[in-house]
């Protein structure tokens, strides 16, 4: 059954810290990976995503996430964070018509 | 890049009536969806939008209260029908554009149901 789990509810780091965001999948076949990003009072905005190919990727807003086959996960990351990417995160696996969400991971951004 | 709007952007109802939420995207796509999103939760997709023909819903949601039109390549509705304060959510719809499998969200509807 596919199913992606973010182990992380809450998360908080300084301004200009360093961001992990962690993802891990379950998923029968070569999967599709997104992340998404949440702000407040807003749609979702689409982050990233990973087909194949090169298995780092890299997105908007100086983000991006690491494909480890082996491990089934796909962390977001972010060297040095910014007050304005407080936000909810979604990692999600599948395609066009099946994709499915992880529980997300809250981000707070403090001075 | 394409636009996707949808209305209303937020609203405040009264149990026992019903809302129509509206999806324009201002290129054709192939592929639309609505999902619900409750307070503090992630997002669970109530069904996809099909072109000229009955909405497929997703295990525990029904046609009854969550009717679903699709009448060309950029437009769809979503009703909540009778609704409840359980209802409470926010509705967003996404698209999926020809070519690589990724799909788009609109900015949402935000439903306060009293």
């Known amino acids: 059954a596919q199913s992606v789990t973010q182990p992380d509810i809450h998360i908080t780091v300084s301004e200009g810290a360093s961001l992990e965001l962690r993802c891990n999948y379950s998923?029968?076949?070569?999967?599709?990976l997104f992340w998404y990003v949440q702000s407040p009072g807003q749609g979702l905005q689409l982050l990233l995503k990973?087909?194949?190919?090169?298995?780092l990727v890299q997105g908007i807003k100086g983000f991006e996430a690491e494909f480890k086959r082996s491990q089934s996960s796909f962390n977001l990351r972010k060297p040095s964070v910014h007050w304005s990417d407080a936000a909810e995160y979604f990692c999600?696996?599948?395609?066009?018509?099946?994709?499915?969400f992880g529980t997300g991971t809250r981000l707070t951004v403090i001075p | 890049s394409a636009v996707i709007s949808q209305k209303p952007s937020r609203d405040i109802c009264q149990r026992g009536t019903s809302l129509t939420i509206q999806c324009q995207v201002d290129?054709?796509?192939?592929?639309m969806f609505w999902y619900r999103q409750q307070p503090g939760q992630s997002l669970t997709l109530i069904a996809t939008?099909?072109?000229?023909?009955?909405?497929?819903?997703e295990s525990g949601f029904v046609i009854d209260k969550f009717p679903i039109s699709r009448p060309n390549l950029t437009f769809s509705t979503l009703t909540v029908s009778n609704m409840s304060p359980e209802d409470s959510s926010i509705y967003l719809c996404?698209?999926?554009?020809?070519?690589?499998?990724?799909?788009?969200f609109g900015p949402g509807t935000r439903l306060l149901v009293l």
């Open positions: 996404s698209v999926v554009f020809a070519g690589p499998e990724t799909q788009y």
């Open positions: 998923y029968g076949a070569t999967p599709y």
């Open positions: 990973y087909f194949s190919g090169d298995t």
């Open positions: 999600a696996v599948g395609g066009a018509n099946n994709l499915f």
């Open positions: 290129s054709q796509v192939t592929m």
């Open positions: 939008a099909n072109q000229g023909s009955e909405a497929t819903y």
